[in-house]
């Protein structure tokens, strides 16, 4: 009688304890973030539609960006929600692929947001040298946004090689490796953490020499220097992922650690875009309570300066433009 070979036994990857705590703690983090980015970004719009309709591509862009946020969110969580013990190898391939998947949503969602930020900051009159350095950081972001989406779906050939380990296996496959993956994400982090340097630096430095209240440019660029918090996100980001790749290193912790440090960025950027419109329901509250930050329309701001159109439809004119600028 003639035996069957026995099959062949069914691989398992360890999910760790600590990999299960720093999952629960991504949920947990990213979770109250996203709450937390409601309230400006549902202030920012209601600023925008009352007491007239003024929505403007900053305003559409920063939409598309916290969507993609919420999608990268989403993405994510089928990675979080393991439990420790030995997963099998379909239930890594989904989980690593969303996760891949995630990339390019992350790239998009910052791009969209950062384009809404220059867009924004380009209401600020200042001169062409503000105007010109507003335009590089869009079009450095661009060709980061570019790029990144170049290198992500051309990192394996064939692409599903990236999260399926069988495919990877194969000889006929052929991926770039670790370096090339560090390398990329420095240069992302880099990029990431220029910008956003420069998108809250710059305006508050601008602001600041404006002829406005101390108190007004305090509460202002206090509340944009929530992104110097994205920027911090970033760069913690770029010093984790150096252990990628390495053996001696829990790999799917550390890859719930670098998820985690991304969604903080991507929320604390939606944040930083529409903590400006904070400004004017802080002021009249501050108002009511005894602190005058202006004697002005607690609306003029560089979020909504008056323009004609503007002018027009609230009755605000040229008194109002100069107080804007600060002047008596």
Known sequence: M????????????????RANYLARVHTGVCAVLLALCLVPFTARFYTRIRPTLRLGWDDLLIAMGFALVITDFALLQ???????????IPTVTHAVKLAYLAIP?????????????????????VNRIWTFFLYTVAALQVAYFIGNFAFSFTQCRPLAAVWDPVLAADPSSHCLGATATR???????????????????????????????????????????????????????????QEWGNPDVDGWALAESIATWTVVEQELAVIAACSPSLKGPLQRFLGKIGILLTRYD??????????????????????CKREWHGYE
Not at 9 to 17: G, K, Q, T
Not at 199 to 204: D, F, K, N, Y
Not at 298 to 319: H, I, K, Q, Y
Request: with cysteine; aromatic share 4%; glycine share 4%.
């Open 2 to 17: 003639s035996s069957k070979p026995d099959a062949a036994p069914e691989l398992f990857v360890p999910i760790s304890a």
């Open 298 to 319: 607690s609306r003029v701001s560089f979020m909504t300066r008056p323009d004609t159109t503007l002018a027009r439809a609230v009755g605000v004119g040229r008194e």
């Open 105 to 125: 949503v992350w790239v998009a969602a910052m791009t969209f947001i950062k384009l809404s930020v220059v867009l924004t900051l380009l209401r600020i009159p």
């Open 183 to 241: 390398i990329t994400s420095n240069v992302s982090s880099g990029v990431n953490t220029a910008t956003d340097l420069a998108l809250s630096l710059a305006p508050m430095v601008i602001l600041w020499k404006l002829r406005r209240p101390m108190r007004e440019r305090i509460l202002v660029c206090a509340l944009m220097a929530v992104g110097l918090l994205a920027s911090a996100s970033s760069l913690v980001k770029a010093i984790i992922i």
């Open 78 to 88: 089928f990675e979080m929600a393991l439990q420790p013990g030995a997963i099998s």
